[in-house]
């Protein structure tokens, strides 16, 4: 058996400013602090111990799996009080290109909510200078096969804070979700999302 657990990170300073963030580093809010310390809690109650972690290259992501995994008592994944982790921008948040840093409704008022969803939501519409999710899913789907599903195919228990789009794209790449109602799917933070795996097929998956 091997596990997977999926975390999207916890709250960021932006996602409270209801701005669009993609690929700008910004850390995260005091809620998102403790959403990442709860997430540890529940990983820790469900006695997965966890042998690698994988995380974006953005200080979001990485300060999630660092609380979550301090607060679940992994010494082991420590050297010097810093998580030992692989950061790779092939599992970054979709790059929302010109709204980077915008305030979602003000660029719904200047746009109007209509477009702004599409640029949100759709599938293959990409934002002024952004990825759509389809393009998300293309630099996904070969780090998770080439990197990822390798330490699941040697039994590791893996952690892989990450993103909202990026994780859509994983769910996509799954086969958890369709290409209609991928874009749909909203991933909450800091809350660990759970695979089973069994000689490299998916057994289970549920939130913890």
Not at 4 to 29: A, P, V
Request: charged residues 25%; hydrophobic residues 35%.
């Amino acid at each position: 058996m091997a596990n997977l657990i999926l975390l999207r990170h916890g709250q960021s300073k932006w996602n409270l400013e209801n701005r669009f963030t993609g690929w700008e580093d910004i850390d995260l809010s005091d809620k998102g602090i403790l959403e990442a310390k709860e997430s540890g809690k529940l990983i820790k109650n469900k006695e997965i111990m966890i042998d690698c972690v994988y995380t974006s290259n953005l200080k979001r992501a990485i300060n999630t799996a660092h609380y979550a995994m301090k607060e679940a008592g992994y010494t082991h994944l420590f050297k010097n009080d810093n998580l030992i982790s692989i950061s790779d921008s092939s599992i970054n948040e979709r790059d929302y290109g010109d709204l980077t840093g915008l305030n979602k409704n003000q660029t719904a008022d200047k746009y109007g909510k209509e477009q702004v969803q599409i640029w949100r939501r759709s599938f293959d519409v990409k934002p002024p200078g952004g990825e759509s999710l389809s393009d998300v899913i293309n630099r996904v789907k070969p780090y998770f096969k080439k990197i990822i599903y390798k330490e699941i195919e040697n039994n590791n228990n893996v952690l892989m804070s990450a993103h909202g789009n990026s994780l859509r794209a994983l769910f996509f790449v799954l086969g958890f979700n369709n290409s209609k109602d991928i874009a749909m799917l909203e991933i909450p933070t800091g809350k660990p999302f759970l695979v089973e795996f069994k000689q490299g097929k998916i057994v289970n998956k549920n939130y913890l």
